[in-house]
């Protein structure tokens, strides 16, 4: 059964944490229909230490993994109706290299 989401807003920002320096990510309002009613999710979407720039940068795969991480969590059983904290840590995309896509600024002519 599909649950249609969408991104209702979002804020970057370095997030404090417990045992160490602040993390950057993004905190995701996700709207979800479900059972005939709008349920909201917010889910801390933290990136890892070893996140390439370019998965720093693509919001949109930062939002389709936040995304992905619910709709695992309704298939598994999650009523979205009941209300609870969220925190994931989004890396690079399967089969990426950390570091592959990042280019020096500087160029050989």
């Known amino acids: 059964?599909?649950?249609?989401m969408s991104i209702e807003s979002a804020l970057a920002a370095h997030f404090k944490q417990p045992d160490?320096?602040?993390?950057p990510g993004v905190s995701w309002l996700?709207?979800?229909e479900?059972?005939?009613?709008?349920?909201?999710?917010?889910v801390k979407a933290?990136?890892?230490?070893?996140a390439s720039r370019a998965t720093?940068?693509?919001?949109?795969?930062?939002?389709?993994?936040?995304?992905?991480?619910?709709?695992?969590?309704?298939e598994s059983g999650w009523n979205p109706t009941d209300e609870?904290?969220?925190?994931?840590?989004?890396?690079?995309p399967t089969g990426s290299l950390?570091?592959?896509a990042q280019r020096p600024w500087w160029r050989f002519w």
């Open 1 to 4: 059964m599909s649950n249609p």
């Open 20 to 23: 160490g320096p602040s993390v």
């Open 30 to 32: 996700v709207r979800i």
């Open 34 to 42: 479900h059972g005939g009613q709008a349920c909201h999710a917010r």
């Open 46 to 50: 933290l990136l890892a230490a070893d």
């Open 56 to 74: 720093r940068r693509d919001e949109g795969y930062q939002a389709r993994v936040t995304m992905q991480y619910l709709a695992e969590l309704i």
């Open 84 to 92: 609870r904290e969220h925190t994931i840590e989004i890396g690079n």
């Open 98 to 100: 950390p570091g592959a």
